[in-house]
């Protein structure tokens, strides 16, 4: 029904730029509340990045604000995640979620329990 596919993820310095994809794919034309998520080895998947259904909202962790920005494309259906001035804590594997609606709500979802559908995950590495 619903599949998200990450990729751009990879191995870099500090400093340095990212720029993550998630191709969707779905059996028709929607447009889903979405979000990137993190996670490290032995801790929870970590918020990151919210986008409402138009793109018209978003919303970032404290940790990554005003270094990434969330991104989307709905005639071509992805979603972007432009990383900036990367730091060593960046590392993690980075996961996209949408979150099945029915209706337009203009609203972000920030909680790992909001989503429904989420992708393989693409790994970043951030060296000193």
């Known amino acids: 029904q619903v599949h998200l596919a990450e990729s751009g993820g990879g191995l870099v310095q500090t400093g340095d730029s990212l720029n993550l994809s998630c191709v969707i794919s779905?059996?028709?034309?929607?447009?889903?509340?979405m979000g990137w998520f993190r996670q490290v080895s032995g801790k929870n998947r970590e918020f990151v990045a919210a986008?409402?259904?138009?793109?018209?909202?978003?919303y970032y962790s404290d940790s990554v604000k005003g270094r990434f920005t969330i991104g989307r494309d709905n005639d071509k259906k992805i979603l972007y995640l432009q990383m900036n001035t990367l730091e060593p804590g960046d590392t993690a594997v980075y996961y996209c979620?949408?979150?099945?609606?029915?209706?337009?709500?203009?609203?972000?979802?920030?909680?790992?329990?909001?989503?429904?559908?989420w992708g393989q995950g693409t790994q970043v590495t951030v060296s000193s």
């Open positions: 779905a059996g028709g034309h929607h447009d889903y509340p």
């Open positions: 979620a949408a979150r099945r609606e029915t209706i337009y709500t203009g609203r972000f979802y920030v909680h790992e329990g909001e989503y429904t559908y």
């Open positions: 986008i409402n259904w138009h793109g018209t909202n978003t």
